[in-house]
């Protein structure tokens, strides 16, 4: 039977720790290397609804893409919301592994995952990490046809998962899109890479006012390129899930089950009634 160490292995060896930010924290956060595993359950966050799903399923590793204590933690008390994860988690023999950046930027990683959830193929990554160009953050491809900025909105609609949030799209909707640049998770800081590598559209997550602002003010000194689809942080990322379960059943032998919880913290959504639309 495959073990704890035996699953970070397999995801340490597919999302290299080494391309991880400096500021970032991966691995393994809560659990025994040498305990067995026959079940693990993959999630976006390692919230406490998540680990009550691990709890019903009989999960024995928890694999997050986000880390649990990311800024670190001085006391886990159970009455607070990190301590009362690492208390469940270790009073149902539970482990939890993160893989957050490594697993953004690596081969088979986040944003492929998000370009191929969109039809985005023949991806390169949009900076391309040093040493290594089939790595990297983010992913800039091509359709297999040419879309209206409209239709390529409404398909980020139908593939990702459902939030309140919803699709945010700034530029002309009549516009075709051939070339497609995508981050999962925030990515305003890119919106200039987006621009330069020639991205008809770009999608990611978290866009801020100003930087998006600024960015079609830009864009709109030219042809309005690159347009802008901004789409839930959790729904970013959420198609990597069933890439990296996939994986790790193989690899390990494994029972994976991919989290249905929808971890967005937002929980509605409310249009301004003169903006509404059918």
């Known amino acids: 039977m495959a073990t704890v160490a035996d699953i970070v292995e397999i995801l340490d060896t597919r999302f290299p720790p080494s391309l991880a930010e400096g500021w970032d924290v991966n691995g393994l956060t809560v659990g025994d290397p040498a305990a067995s595993v026959s079940r693990v359950l993959f999630a976006v966050d390692p919230t406490l609804a998540v680990v009550q799903e691990a709890i019903d399923v009989d999960a024995d590793l928890v694999v997050t893409h986000h880390p649990l204590l990311l800024r670190g933690a001085q006391q886990l008390a159970v009455t607070s919301s990190k301590g009362a994860v690492v208390h469940q988690l270790i009073a149902h023999g539970i482990g939890l592994f993160n893989a957050h950046t490594n697993a953004d930027h690596a081969s ?81 800081a890119f919106l200039a890479d987006a621009r330069a590598a020639g991205a008809d559209v770009y999608v990611t997550a978290d866009l801020r006012h100003h930087p998006a602002s600024d960015a079609r003010e830009v864009a709109d000194l030219g042809d309005g390129r690159p347009f802008l689809v901004d789409v839930a942080h959790f729904a970013s990322e959420w198609a990597w899930l069933a890439a990296a379960a996939e994986h790790v059943a193989d690899a390990a032998g494994v029972d994976t089950i991919v989290s249905t919880l929808n971890t967005d913290p937002w929980t509605a959504h409310y249009a301004s009634p003169a903006r509404a639309t059918d």
């Open 108 to 188: 088979g990683g986040v944003a492929e995952a998000l370009a191929e959830a969109l039809g985005v193929g023949s991806t390169v990554p949009l900076l391309p990490h040093s040493g290594d160009a089939s790595q990297g953050t983010g992913r800039i491809g091509v359709l297999d046809g040419p879309l209206s900025l409209d239709e390529f909105a409404r398909r980020v609609a139908e593939r990702l998962p459902a939030t309140a949030h919803g699709v945010r799209v700034a530029g002309d909707l009549e516009a075709l899109v051939t070339s497609v640049a995508v981050c999962g998770g925030s990515g305003d």
